[in-house]
């Protein structure tokens, strides 16, 4: 659903807004500068400080995460794809053409491999005898309802991201019965063994104070926390390449913005898995970048 997207940056802002300016004007998508003025004329559910200047692009808009899922799931049981939940991946052998792989109780033996499994993906590696400067954090996102939601409709309120440190962005009234508002990499280093599902009270707490004094139209009642694992390498950027040492095994991993881009990296990894190539440029992915095989590499999850 078309929403529009509003980047809000305030000065100083961690995240450079004319880094995004400067990509959409190469790949000439449309967008406009907006002053603090002309923001609140337009979005008046803002109260933002004469400062903050933001970008909006028109196109933003959400993209259903629970219905595109779904969409992908059918769609590779329609091609032949069997897909098995709670099945731990339990070993990876190596074979002289393809890999062995056993998982929850099962064996399984095959030509191409592919690593796409989030917070688990040094499990998995570990195998193979690789192991990545991997962070995984349990993220949490929140919904709160509103006493008029015909203000934060879709057609009235866009996404939006606020572009410093700490990182916020929220949704209008979609899917559920309230806005949803988060901290983006807010969220305690976990492991896939040690995240829980309970609340983390003190990022909701810096989640509340921050709509309370920029959206207090959206600062209702919580109605309800929602977690997950973001998985990140220390530059935030995607890898999707082959494994080193293993031209059967293709790896992907999304860094904790990669749901948005799932048709085009699960065509990606298919090409790599069955032609050995893909003709998408993804020289910057690459798992053999040097700050991935550092031993203590910087790390920036601002993007």
Not at 19 to 29: E, F, G, M, P
Not at 153 to 165: C, G, L, Q, S, T
């Amino acid at each position: 659903i078309k929403t529009g997207g509003l980047d809000l940056a305030p000065a100083n802002s961690a995240i450079p807004i004319m880094d995004y300016t400067n990509s959409l004007a190469a790949a000439r998508v449309p967008f406009e500068l907006l002053d603090a003025q002309e923001v609140r004329r337009r979005y008046p559910q803002w109260r933002i400080a004469d400062d903050v200047m933001a970008l909006y692009q028109p196109d933003g808009g959400i993209a259903a995460a629970e219905r595109a899922t779904a969409a992908h799931q059918r769609m590779a049981r329609v091609h032949g794809a069997t897909l098995r939940d709670s099945a731990p991946v339990q070993s990876v052998r190596p074979l002289a053409a393809g890999y062995e792989v056993q998982a929850g109780g099962e064996t399984y033996r095959c030509e191409k491999l592919v690593v796409a499994n989030g917070a688990w993906t040094n499990h998995t590696l570990a195998h193979l005898g690789i192991k990545l400067p991997l962070t995984v954090t349990q993220e949490q996102v929140n919904y709160f309802a509103v006493p008029d939601a015909a203000e934060f409709a879709p057609e009235r309120f866009p996404v939006w991201i606020w572009m410093d440190e700490p990182s916020y962005y929220g949704f209008p009234v979609f899917g559920a019965a309230g806005v949803k508002v988060a901290q983006d990499c807010g969220g305690a280093e976990v492991t896939a063994e040690t995240r829980t599902f309970d609340r983390d009270e003190a990022a909701y707490e810096r989640v509340r104070a921050f709509t309370k004094r920029y959206l207090p139209g959206a600062s209702g009642p919580l109605l309800y926390s929602k977690s997950c694992l973001y998985c990140m390498p220390p530059d935030r950027d995607f890898i999707v390449d082959f494994v080193p040492g293993h031209e059967r095994c293709a790896i992907a991993v999304g860094a904790g913005h990669a749901f948005k881009f799932a048709s085009v990296l699960g065509q990606v990894l298919s090409e790599l898995a069955i032609d050995g190539s893909t003709p998408s440029d993804i020289s910057g992915f690459s798992m053999q970048r040097p700050i991935l095989w550092m031993d203590n590499p910087p790390r920036n999850f601002m993007l």
